[in-house]
T-cell receptor, first 113, second 115 residues
Framework: AQSVTQLGSHVSVSEGALVLLRCNYSSSVPPYLFWYVQYPNQGLQLLLKYTTGATLVKGINGFEAEFKKSETSFHLTKPSAHMSDAAEYFCAVSSGSARQLTFGSGTQLTVLP | GAGVSQSPSNKVTEKGKDVELRCDPISGHTALYWYRQSLGQGLEFLIYFQGNSAPDKSGLPSDRFSAERTGGSVSTLTIQRTQQEDSAVYLC?????????????FGPGTRLLVL
């Protein structure tokens, strides 16, 4: 079985400040980890993913995430928030035995001017 | 190229009626997934099609829900005798070749409201 926990359903940051969205996972087999972003009334768009290899993954729009097996974490960061980053962010996990994505409950990011 | 498309974008129906939701995956994508997004339950997996293999129906919440995929392309999700708790956004995604590490590309969703 696999699961994802996102700490903080709502996060607010000032424009230009560091963005940190937390994600912890549980998986009995090596996981594949994803971050998706959802803008209002739109589908999900992939930001980045970890499959194998380098544990620091860079994605679109300046986001990156680091896979830490010992901490079972895959936190999403961005050095400097932009107003356009305001959206809902979902962490998800899949594995070789479960190809569907299991999502966390999402984090709504608000960027304050 | 064209992304995943879904129709209708919005659907309002009365309790007890049947509804059909359509998904057109990205051309050439062999895997197709349906998910449901609701306020109370978040994003939930419903069903997964991979090529000509039998679908993985393990996420379907009840026997009122069914889905088919014709010709390995278009998929239809059918909800019979709709209930108010079926109100949600239904998202379709596709990928190639359908391995767990592949990116799933999502459509814009169908927003279903059951009155």
């Amino acid at each position: 079985a696999q699961s994802v926990t996102q700490l903080g359903s709502h996060v607010s940051v000032s424009e230009g400040a560091l963005v940190l969205l937390r994600c912890n996972y549980s998986s009995s087999v090596p996981p594949y980890l994803f971050w998706y972003v959802q803008y209002p009334n739109q589908g999900l768009q992939l930001l980045l993913k970890y499959t194998t290899g380098a544990t620091l993954v860079k994605g679109i729009n300046g986001f990156e995430a680091e896979f830490k097996k010992s901490e079972t974490s895959f936190h999403l960061t961005k050095p400097s928030a932009h107003m356009s980053d305001a959206a809902e962010y979902f962490c998800a996990v899949s594995s070789g035995s479960a190809r569907q994505l299991t999502f966390g409950s999402g984090t709504q990011l608000t960027v304050l001017p | 190229g064209a992304g995943v498309s879904q129709s209708p974008s919005n659907k309002v129906t009365e309790k007890g009626k049947d509804v059909e939701l359509r998904c057109d995956p990205i051309s050439g994508h062999t895997a197709l997934y349906w998910y449901r997004q609701s306020l109370g339950q978040g994003l939930e997996f419903l069903i997964y099609f991979q090529g000509n293999s039998a679908p993985d129906k393990s996420g379907l919440p009840s026997d009122r829900f069914s889905a088919e995929r014709t010709g390995g392309s278009v998929s239809t999700l059918t909800i019979q005798r709709t209930q108010q708790e079926d109100s949600a956004v239904y998202l379709c995604a596709s990928s190639f070749p359908g391995l767990a590490q592949e990116t799933q590309y999502f459509g814009p969703g169908t927003r279903l409201l059951v009155l």
